[in-house]
């Protein structure tokens, strides 16, 4: 199946500061890329999606970068609050097939 | 919003006893999902199925069963539950042959002491 390596796997950034999160794949044939937020106790949710026409997407303080010739794309959280601290998760995939899950990377923004 | 649902929400079993987690989705969506999740850790998918009738091993399949009895319903069965087994299940499902997203169920907590 796809191996996906998520780094960092501990984030810690200042409440005003930007975080990045970077997701790396080997599938070449896949084409959709999101990034799911999942808060203590909760289930995963989806908070950001790219498709493999495009290489940057924006939602707000959230945006998404891919570059498929490197097999890589990332999530970038401009002026992050503490509302943002959660785990996060990348699944690039391919038309609804089996995903594999980034290990996750769990950001603490500090007030 | 996509809803998907899991039974029950927590479970407390004992070892070598047998366990069925239940998820329901009323989104007509062909795909169906169990993952597991250890605390601060990632998802791992255990099986998975294209619709009705189907059933497909994931990574971690091992000491596990699915059924998938109708478009609705996905079964995660535990036949020997071991104490390892212990985690936080979801359920999820997504379309066929569509690039879109998994909708998660709210997760089953199993204690198997």
């Known amino acids: 199946g796809e191996q996906v390596e998520q780094l960092p796997s501990i984030l810690r950034v200042q409440e005003g500061s930007s975080a990045s999160i970077n997701c790396s794949y080997e599938?070449?044939?896949?084409?959709?890329f999101p990034w799911y937020k999942q808060e203590p106790g909760e289930n995963p949710k989806l908070i950001i999606d790219?498709?493999?026409?495009?290489e940057r997407k924006q939602i707000q303080e959230l945006i998404v970068l891919l570059d498929k010739k490197a097999k890589r794309f990332s999530l970038h959280i401009t002026d992050t609050q503490p509302g943002d601290s959660a785990m996060y998760f990348c699944?690039?995939?391919?038309?609804?097939?089996?995903?594999?899950f980034g290990g996750g990377t769990r950001l603490t923004v500090r007030p | 919003e996509a809803a998907v649902t899991q039974s029950p929400r927590n479970k407390v079993a004992v070892t070598g006893g047998k366990v069925t987690l239940s998820c329901n989705q009323t989104?007509?969506?062909?795909?169906m999902y169990w993952y597991r999740q250890d605390t601060g850790h990632g998802l791992r998918l255990i099986h998975y199925?294209?619709?009705?009738?189907?059933?497909e091993k994931g990574d971690i399949p091992d000491g596990y069963k699915a059924s998938r009895p109708s478009q609705e319903n996905f079964s995660l069965i535990l036949e020997l539950a071991t104490p390892s087994q212990t985690s936080v299940y979801f359920c999820?499902?997504?379309?066929?042959?569509?690039?879109?997203?998994?909708?998660f169920g709210p997760g089953t907590r199993l204690l198997v002491l």
């Open positions: 199925s294209y619709g009705a009738g189907s059933t």
């Open positions: 599938d070449s044939a896949s084409n959709y």
């Open positions: 989104n007509n969506h062909n795909n």
């Open positions: 699944a690039p995939n391919n038309a609804g097939a089996k995903l594999t």
């Open positions: 790219i498709r493999s026409n495009m």
């Open positions: 999820a499902s997504g379309r066929t042959g569509a690039v879109d997203t998994q909708y």
